[in-house]
């Protein structure tokens, strides 16, 4: 079984919602950013890693990632 990025030191228990899984994804981390929960320079899961996690496709958390600026939130 593949360890879960949970258990490397973030947990973030994001729960995307919206309209869209990827904008929610999006937004949870916007979100995380903006409640301390995610640390600048804090190493993200990957995509593969956390779309597991989530139950959706690795292309929606690449996405979401790509779209993503820490600075923007």
């Known amino acids: 079984m593949a360890k879960s990025w ?3 030191g973030v947990d973030l228990h ?3 919602t919206g309209p869209g899984v ?3 994804l999006t937004d949870a981390l916007r979100e995380a ?3 301390g929960r995610l640390a600048p ?3 993200l899961p990957s995509s593969r890693v ?3 996690d989530l139950g959706v496709a690795r292309n929606t958390v690449a996405e979401a990632y790509a779209t ?3 600075r923007a939130g």
Do not use: I, Q
């Open 6 to 8: 949970a258990t490397l």
């Open 14 to 16: 994001l729960e995307p």
């Open 22 to 24: 990827r904008r929610g």
């Open 33 to 35: 950013v903006r409640g």
């Open 41 to 43: 320079g804090t190493r």
């Open 50 to 52: 956390l779309a597991a």
């Open 68 to 70: 993503w600026s820490p």
